[in-house]
């Protein structure tokens, strides 16, 4: 199996900053793109941003400029940096990664798992 876990959320007054964490774990075999989204109140889900095995990364507008995304791949681990943050970037964070695992008959073609949340709460 595999796990995703979250780390570093929080409440912090705007214009501060936050850095999250997520380890992957299990029975690895590859890890693909690696990402964020969050759901704030009332709100759908959405892409914050994404990471390619290579390091690519692309973000959603609202983010630009102040958050980047990282990832070690021999942790097995992404972070996000978030700093100049907003009430409006008040949400539940989740990692995502897409992962080959393998069994003990072979590999398990690339799936999406998923954190657990995080809770970042921004004060004005």
Not at 1 to 10: I, W
Not at 34 to 60: D, H, K
Not at 86 to 113: K, L
């Amino acid at each position: 199996q595999v796990q995703l876990v979250e780390s570093g959320g929080g409440l912090v007054q705007a214009g501060g900053s936050l850095r999250l964490s997520c380890a992957a774990s299990g029975s690895i075999f590859s890890i693909y793109a690696m990402g964020w989204f969050r759901q704030g109140p009332g709100n759908q889900r959405e892409l914050v941003t994404g990471i390619s095995s290579g390091g690519s990364a692309n973000y959603v507008d609202s983010v630009k400029g102040r958050f980047t995304i990282s990832r070690d791949n021999a942790k097995n681990t992404v972070y996000l940096q978030m700093g100049s943050l907003e009430p409006e970037d008040t949400a539940v964070y989740y990692c995502y990664a897409d992962i080959v695992r393998y069994t003990s008959t072979g590999r398990v073609p690339v799936q999406r798992y998923w954190g657990q949340g995080t809770q970042v709460t921004v004060s004005s």
